[in-house]
T-cell receptor, first 113, second 107 residues
Framework: EAQVTQNPRYLITVTGKKLTVTCSQN?????MSWYRQDPGLGLRQIYY???????DKGDVPEGYKVSRKEKRNFPLILESPSPNQTSLYFC????????????FGPGTRLLVL | GQSLEQPSEVTAVEGAIVQINCTYQ??????LSWYQQHDGGAPTFLSY????GLEETGRFSSFLSRSDSYGYLLLQELQMKDSASYFC????????FGAGTTVTVRA
């Protein structure tokens, strides 16, 4: 089954404790991205990657890091989480950057205390 | 950068037609996408317009006017399961979303 998976689905952590949210897709897609969703603000792009070893900032990259060492994986790293990073996070992939259809993962709910 | 404006809420009865408008300002533009999201679940793709005009997919249709920087999503024959949030998104080298429109369908 074609899908995007994220782990963990739910996470409660404390300020400053490094964490990683994994994202993996099995569709051989070149383009992957991370979004955060907050009430009233829609989905805002954090980082995106157009291919292996190619990443770029989205609209809200501060406090986040990403890497794209393999085509299928695109982890999101919070080196020192803060309460304002409490949010719902989605990973997505598409065939290429101009592809209109993005496939979203199930989401990760993060609470930073 | 890009900004997209859409209404925050729409309420309608089963069987009705709802139109969700979206205006955008972008520095680059490939096309306009529409996504549906139920209660914090994963957004799912509904429709895409790269060219001016109407695209029809079952009960849903989407329209784009590049000259007006405007598009809309038309939901026809509304069903209870259509109660969800709907987002327009402008495709550039990245994807920028509007804040979303919550559609509530009443019996």
């Amino acid at each position: 089954e074609a899908q995007v998976t994220q782990n963990p689905r739910y996470l409660i952590t404390v300020t400053g404790k490094k964490l990683t949210v994994t994202c993996s897709q099995n569709m051989n897609h070149e383009y992957m991205s991370w979004y955060r969703q907050d009430p009233g603000l829609g989905l805002r792009q954090i980082y995106y990657s157009m291919n292996v070893e190619v990443t770029d900032k989205g609209d809200v990259p501060e406090g986040y890091k990403v890497s794209r060492k393999e085509k299928r994986n695109f982890p999101l790293i919070l080196e020192s989480p803060s309460p304002n990073q409490t949010s719902l996070y989605f990973c997505a992939s598409s065939k290429d950057r101009g592809q209109e259809t993005q496939y979203f993962g199930p989401g990760t709910r993060l609470l930073v205390l | 950068g890009q900004s997209l404006e859409q209404p925050s809420e729409v309420t309608a009865v089963e069987g009705a037609i709802v139109q969700i408008n979206c205006t955008y300002q972008t520095s680059g533009f490939y096309g306009l996408s529409w996504y549906q999201q139920h209660d914090g679940g994963a957004p799912t793709f509904l429709s895409y317009n790269a060219l001016d005009g109407l695209e029809e997919t079952g009960r849903f249709s989407s329209f784009l006017s590049r000259s007006d920087s405007y598009g809309y999503l038309l939901l026809q024959e509304l069903q209870m399961k259509d109660s969800a949030s709907y987002f327009c998104a402008a495709n550039d080298y990245k994807l920028s979303f509007g804040a979303g429109t919550t559609v509530t369908v009443r019996a």
